[in-house]
């Protein structure tokens, strides 16, 4: 089955204490992203991957690293937490940004900094 | 950066009626604009997409066109139906790929 999977589903955490958060997907896109949703703000993107070990900031990359070692994997990494960082997390896969193929978006996560 | 603008906020109509939400985008170089359905505690998924060089495209029930010269587009569904209730968010992306979404329309299907 296609999918994209994320881990955790939910974390609360505490200010400062670094987290990352999985995501791997299994239908060889090249294509990667992560985006954080919050309340009357829609999607906004954090960073995306257009192959391995290439990846470009999107519009709200502070406080936030990803990396693209493996095609499958594209971790969301916070290296210093803050509350302004609480939000509901999802990662998306596709074959090309552009491509005719849907993309895939994971189930969410949840993350509350406190 | 791209500044993408959607409305209405929130939209209720009658089962069987129409549907309409518009976006405006302010980069003119954005060449792809993809619509995203997002029910309630549910990913976003992909319902139609259309390409810079296309004015409008139809699959069954929906329908995007889009007017470069406005820069605006907008997501048509016919003939709505209880299902169809859910939040829709419009994007639109530059040639570097890069996706910029409006902040969602919330569609309430009455029956």
């Known amino acids: 089955e296609a999918q994209v999977t994320q881990n955790p589903r939910y974390l609360i955490t505490v200010t400062g204490k670094k987290l990352t958060v999985t995501c791997s997907q299994n239908?060889?896109?090249?294509?990667m992203s992560w985006y954080r949703q919050d309340p009357g703000l829609g999607l906004r993107q954090i960073y995306y991957?257009?192959?391995?070990?290439?990846?470009d900031k999107g519009d709200v990359p502070e406080g936030y690293k990803v990396s693209r070692k493996e095609k499958r994997n594209f971790p969301l990494i916070l290296e210093s937490p803050s509350p302004n960082q609480t939000s509901l997390y999802f990662c998306?896969?596709?074959?090309?940004?552009?491509?005719?193929?849907?993309?895939?978006f994971g189930d969410g996560t949840r993350l509350s900094i406190l | 950066g791209e500044n993408v603008e959607q409305h209405p906020s929130t939209l209720s109509v009658q089962e069987g009626d129409s549907a309409v939400i518009k976006c405006t985008y302010s980069?003119?170089?954005?060449?792809?604009f993809p619509w995203y359905k997002q029910e309630l505690g549910k990913r976003p998924q992909l319902i139609i997409d259309?390409?810079?060089?296309?004015g409008e495209k139809k699959d069954q029930r929906i329908a995007v066109t889009l007017n470069k010269t406005a820069k605006h587009f907008s997501l048509h569904i016919t003939e709505t139906q209880p299902e169809d209730s859910a939040v829709y968010f419009c994007?639109?992306?530059?040639?570097?790929?890069?996706?910029?979404f409006g902040a969602g329309t919330t569609v309430t299907v009455r029956a």
């Open positions: 991957s257009m192959n391995v070990e290439v990846t």
């Open positions: 239908m060889n896109h090249e294509y």
């Open positions: 259309i390409r810079s060089n296309v």
């Open positions: 994007a639109a992306s530059t040639p570097d790929y890069k996706l910029s």
């Open positions: 980069d003119s170089a954005s060449n792809y």
């Open positions: 998306a896969s596709g074959q090309g940004a552009h491509s005719n193929q849907p993309q895939h």
